[in-house]
């Protein structure tokens, strides 16, 4: 029987490129998740209403 990868969905108001420690935090632990085959979706607000993907590692 195949393993599903774990599945992982973070929502926080600070994701970087905003500075401080939940952006900083959010961003390392979805890229740690990642790396071990998570699957992470992060969910933000962003001012100026623009989505922008992320791949997990803080980009």
């Not at 961003?27 to 085959?37: I, K, R, V, W």
């Amino acid at each position: 029987m195949a393993t599903r990868p774990l599945k992982v969905c973070f929502v926080t108001g600070e994701y970087p490129p905003d500075e401080g420690g939940v952006a900083d935090y959010t961003a390392c632990l979805s890229a740690a998740l990642a790396a071990q085959g998570a699957v992470v979706d992060v969910v933000t607000a962003r001012g100026s209403g623009a989505a922008r993907p992320a791949n997990g590692a803080g980009d």
